[in-house]
């Protein structure tokens, strides 16, 4: 059974800084890309960034130079360092698994950025 739980959402004021975690059971990890997610209210789920396998690195244009993804393979832990945040980055943040077809979804964590 997949799982993948992510961590480290919370309120924090506009230029603060967070670290969120997604921690994965039931998956080869080392072999899955993994990316975190967003959706805000009324809003489609965008992909904020994505970690291959290898360890390349995506951003979406929004969020480059302020946010880094990594992970670590032993805890099989995807990360996401967010800084300078900003109001527009208030959303619900997902973790995302994927290797080949199959592909899996964390539960989700609020980020809540005030000005």
């Known amino acids: 059974q997949v799982q993948l739980v992510e961590s480290g959402g919370g309120l924090v004021q506009a230029g603060g800084s967070l670290r969120l975690s997604c921690a994965a059971s039931?998956?080869?990890?080392?072999?899955?890309?993994m990316g975190w997610y967003r959706q805000a209210p009324g809003k489609q789920r965008e992909v904020v960034a994505v970690?291959?396998?290898?360890?390349?690195?995506n951003y979406a244009d929004s969020v480059k130079g302020r946010f880094t993804i990594s992970r670590d393979n032993a805890k099989k832990t995807v990360y996401l360092q967010m800084n300078s945040l900003k109001p527009e980055d208030t959303a619900v943040y997902y973790c995302?698994?994927?290797?080949?077809?199959?592909?899996?979804w964390g539960q989700g964590t609020q980020v809540t950025v005030s000005s």
């Open positions: 970690i291959t396998s290898g360890g390349s690195a």
């Open positions: 039931g998956i080869i990890f080392r072999l899955n890309a």
């Open positions: 995302h698994a994927e290797f080949r077809s199959a592909d899996s």
